[in-house]
């Protein structure tokens, strides 16, 4: 859990660097090895990894377009992980989606850029194991201000009346890009959400790992075993802009300081020593995980961009003409030519 | 990081810069006043410089600003006060108004270019 | 009223500022008039569509709205039905799948269900628009969408001068108007324009009629047909063509709904050649559109017709492969050649 934590936060800050690359002194979104839009999401590892950690790959999860993190909980291949957000050939998407559109069947993860879109289709795969009979489970993974959307509110209440094996994880960073909470959501705690629809819902008031670890581990259990859904807030800290070119002049300075004094991973870090795991074991994980992130990225910066006609590939499966390319022929079955007289 | 002195080359690196080097008052800390120091010309005009420096952002670490847009022409009359262009420091959009009323006679730094803080945007000339 | 002429006028403005000078005018000449949209009020805009309107008019009249489109839009809907004036914003194009009920079902329609008896002065202002990698789910213009659909006006502004009094007549036009900004055109500092947006403009408010062409570029041999961004990209096009011996003529439609088919006619009369360049999906789009409206009124005016258009496929997120769907300066005059002279 802690590797991984530390290995999303390393992650999100080499990425800053490198699409700060080619963007100085003017900022161009559009300039530099890594272009458009990117949101990342230090400060909200906890909220990834307390979930993630009792997921198996049959487990499937939604995540929104602050993806990073879930990923890499989730298992996600990192170096094609990362070829993507590098608009690679060999991106997990080849280059088609970007990192915001992340998808990785080998662990059933996928993402959408717009904000609560994952709702419904972690619905459907609760729906497909239930079906199935599979004790697989659903995570959707939203900000705290998605769940102002008809999409999320429409999914609690499917998801209850058919007790479906879903977790909604609600990310509280308080703000919904310049929007603080308090301006926009009622009631503050978003899990009260749930009440509404008759199902369990649950905030943990920190970004305290193991909080979530214990909180996560109950409402994927309950999934699991057939208990039905949960609403699961988790309180977390938004470290940066909302995506990386966001002044954040709307936002006040100690709210800035306060999510950059409360470090999750550091509170970890701590409690795993008062446990007698000593600095020297803390130190080899860490760098492992900066290792893991320099090779990931190393990789990704030496494969080839797609070529351009590479664009026309991928918008279906089959051909245009489906299944088949003949019609049968059945004597006496097709219209007759010209009109009855 | 600290309030150090401003790039003494007036627009130095800059296309279009300023090429009678000008004496200028260092006011590159933030929040000072500074920009309106004027300058004797031989035509009997005072030149009001537009200085950088003293509409820095104050919470930025970058010392290279880049000029997005001029809004007026040069030989064109500009109020005190009023926006004539404006500038990006660390994604951070800053207006640049006029420091007196007058005629801008001169542009240092064109658009896209890069400048330092401190440096001398424009200069306006003032009624005599 | 006459329209001052942009020559006479000493200063410049980039489009965003100009669309916020005609939103403040309205908003102080008419108490009716309020804006509400996501990060519209301290952020001043995603795309710097309302910087500044908050600290004149306050929270009241600049409205930060939650997450929630369906129901801002659709409470746009009823407030301009009480007889307000709102101006809701979607802050991209590609978020109207969430609220496509209100603005169709509602919006477009009440006016005709209701024979007449309710109008809907409303403005939807929504960026559009890809080049900056932003990928498949935030890089769409869309344009033929909104103007297939009845009963809404479908505004695209291509410079300052333009945007003010369109966004003047949007306001004050008892119709619902779809005022659609492209992020590139708007000066933002992150997202650098082409030199073509930033225009004189008058400091008096002014209005353009919606329905009348523009013709940004005199010219004998060929008729360039175009919108938005791909103005910008045809005046460019049109130098290189010059250079070649080929004068283009240039039209911005600037706005879709009403259509001024009589100016592209009128044009083709002379030229006998048409290229119409699109940023939005080739089929049953703009393009076609167009087209069909020359054949249509004189067939033996058209003697040669090329259309520049994304090919039917998601806008992809990799740089090689965006370039290659969204029509560049390159293809619009590859395109000229191709029609002859």
Sequence with gaps: MYEDMVTARLYEERLQDEYMEGKRPGFDISAGDIPGELHLAAGQEAAAVGVCYHLRDDDTVTAPHRPHHVAIAKGVDLKRMTAEIFGRETGLCHGKGGHMHLFDPDVNFACSGIIAEGCPPALGAAMAAKKRNTDSVAVAYLGEGAIDQGGFLESLNMASVHDLPVVFVVEDNDWAISMPKDRVTRPDDGSKRADGFDMRGVRVDSDDARAIYEAGGEAVARARDGNGPTVLEVQVHRRMGHFMGDPETYRPEEDQQRAADRDSIERLAADMREFGIDEAELEEIRDRAAERVDEAVTWAKQQPLPEPEAAHDHVFTNPPSGVTDEEPEFPGSGAAAGGDD | MSGSDPASDSGGETEGGGDDSIERAGGGSNGTDGGTDTIETDGGADRVPVDSGALWPGDTDDDVGLLLNWFVAEGSRVTEGNRIAEFQVEKVDVDVPAPATGTLAEIAVDEDGEFDRGDVLAYVETEG | ?341
């Design chain 3, 1 to 341: 009223m006459s329209t001052p002429t942009q020559e006479a006028v000493g200063r410049t403005a980039t489009m965003s500022d100009a669309m916020v000078e005609a939103v403040a005018h309205e908003m102080r000449a008419d108490e009716e008039v309020f804006y509400m949209g996501e990060d519209v009020a301290d952020y001043g805009g995603i795309f710097d569509s309302t910087t500044g309107l908050l600290d004149e008019f306050g929270r009241d009249r600049v409205m930060d709205v939650p997450i929630s489109e369906t129901a801002y839009l659709g409470a746009a809907v009823g407030a301009a039905q009480a007889g307000m004036r709102p101006i809701a914003e979607l802050m991209f194009v590609d978020f109207f799948g969430v609220a496509m009920d209100q603005i169709y079902n509602q919006m477009a329609k009440n006016t005709y269900m209701s024979g007449g008896s309710f109008s809907v002065p409303m403005v939807l202002t929504t960026a559009v628009g890809g080049t900056y990698n932003d990928a498949a789910q935030h890089s769409q213009t869309l344009y033929g969408t909104f103007a297939h659909l009845p009963g809404m006006k479908v505004v695209v502004p291509s410079t300052a001068y333009d945007a003010k009094g369109l966004m003047h007549n949007a306001i004050r036009d008892d119709d619902p108007v779809v005022y659609m900004f492209h992020k590139r055109l708007m000066g933002i500092g992150w997202m650098p324009a082409p030199d073509g947006p930033k225009t004189p403009v008058p400091e008096e408010d002014y209005t353009i009629p919606f329905g009348k062409a523009d013709v940004k570029r005199q010219g004998d041999d060929v008729t360039v047909v175009t919108l938005g961004l791909h103005v910008h990209r045809a005046l460019d096009a049109a130098e290189t063509l010059a250079d070649e011996g080929v004068d283009a003529e240039v039209i911005d439609l600037r706005t879709l709904k009403p259509l001024d088919r009589e100016t592209v006619l009128e044009s083709v009369r002379k030229t006998g050649r048409l290229v119409v360049v699109d940023e939005d999906y080739q089929s049953y789009g703009l393009t076609g559109e167009i087209i069909s409206s020359v054949a249509e009124a004189d067939l033996d005016a058209l003697e040669a017709v090329e259309r520049v258009a994304v090919p039917d496929v998601p806008i992809p997120y990799s740089r090689p492969m965006e370039d290659a769907v969204i029509p560049g300066a390159e293809d619009v005059a590859e395109a000229v050649r191709s029609v002859g002279k």
